[in-house]
């Protein structure tokens, strides 16, 4: 069995073709009613109604896509998410399956050449995955539970506690994030980076070097209340 090591690391060519952007007339409307029904042609399909209907209000849950605080309750609207905050959602409710003949279908280096809106069409991951390098046939295989942890733990008791980085996702609850910490101090480090360490590292340097403040220190109030408003690299027409 092979090291956690020996996984690829490598960038998928896919997204060279964003290197060199242009500029160049619209081919579609991507605000307003056609946005709407492009967002549900992909939630829709994947059960992603009901959640759409809970997310970011009191006593339901976070949209997965962003940071976007949740709203006064008395402010609460019955949408409240952006078209890319509903196709964030219909990758999780999707009742679609990423299993072993998936795995077995395709290799490493066919899946670099996919995209990413591929990538999250094919559903959710079914089994821990290990890529065996030493075997040569290029495929992330499949593997039980208990086998997973028990390269886990053979990983976790080879090296010094401070070596080992428990890295959450964002998409985490509450739940899953306490318990990952409990097993971080119970190994003897606080090596906890959060989401923000990988996405807004440079942001946070940044804003720390100009304003002193490496966050955000907005209200949404100041939305509306602002003379000037600047939007860079965004897509407000969808998000």
């Given at each position: 069995?092979?090291?956690?090591?020996?996984?690829?690391?490598?960038?998928?060519?896919?997204?060279?073709?964003?290197?060199?952007?242009?500029?160049?007339?619209?081919?579609?409307?991507?605000?307003?009613?056609?946005?709407?029904?492009?967002?549900?042609?992909?939630?829709?399909?994947?059960?992603?109604?009901?959640?759409?209907?809970?997310?970011?209000?009191?006593?339901?849950?976070?949209?997965?896509?962003?940071?976007?605080?949740?709203?006064?309750?008395?402010?609460?609207?019955?949408?409240?998410?952006?078209?890319?905050?509903?196709?964030?959602?219909?990758?999780?409710?999707?009742?679609?399956?990423?299993?072993?003949?998936?795995?077995?279908?395709?290799?490493?280096?066919?899946?670099?050449?996919?995209?990413?809106?591929?990538?999250?069409?094919?559903?959710?991951?079914?089994?821990?995955?290990?890529?065996?390098?030493?075997?040569?046939?290029?495929?992330?295989?499949?593997?039980?539970?208990d086998a997973a942890i028990a390269m886990i733990t053979d990983e976790l008791k080879s090296i010094d506690p401070d070596e080992a980085v428990f890295y959450t996702s964002g998409k985490a609850t509450n739940e899953p994030a306490?318990?990952?910490?409990?097993?971080?101090?119970?190994?003897?480090?606080?090596?906890?980076?959060?989401?923000?360490?990988?996405?807004?590292?440079?942001?946070?340097?940044?804003?720390?070097?100009?304003?002193?403040?490496?966050?955000?220190?907005?209200?949404?109030?100041?939305?509306?209340?602002?003379?000037?408003?600047?939007?860079?690299?965004?897509?407000?027409?969808?998000?």
């Amino acid at each position: 069995m092979t090291s956690l090591q020996d996984a690829p690391r490598q960038v998928n060519p896919v997204a060279n073709r964003f290197d060199h952007p242009r500029v160049s007339e619209n081919e579609k409307v991507a605000t307003g009613i056609p946005a709407v029904l492009h967002a549900m042609q992909h939630a829709l399909p994947n059960n992603a109604g009901p959640s759409l209907l809970t997310i970011n209000k009191h006593k339901g849950f976070d949209c997965p896509g962003c940071a976007w605080p949740e709203p006064d309750q008395a402010d609460l609207n019955i949408v409240e998410f952006c078209e890319n905050g509903a196709k964030a959602v219909a990758e999780e409710t999707t009742s679609a399956k990423a299993g072993p003949d998936f795995w077995a279908k395709y290799t490493v280096e066919e899946l670099r050449e996919k995209t990413d809106h591929w990538l999250g069409k094919q559903g959710r991951i079914t089994h821990p995955l290990v890529y065996d390098r030493a075997s040569g046939d290029g495929h992330y295989r499949p593997i039980s539970w208990d086998a997973a942890i028990a390269m886990i733990t053979d990983e976790l008791k080879s090296i010094d506690p401070d070596e080992a980085v428990f890295y959450t996702s964002g998409k985490a609850t509450n739940e899953p994030a306490y318990i990952i910490q409990l097993l971080a101090r119970r190994l003897g480090t606080n090596n906890l980076p959060d989401c923000s360490n990988m996405c807004h590292e440079s942001t946070g340097s940044g804003l720390s070097a100009t304003l002193g403040l490496g966050k955000g220190s907005v209200t949404i109030d100041d939305f509306h209340t602002t003379d000037l408003l600047i939007s860079v690299g965004q897509n407000p027409g969808t998000n």
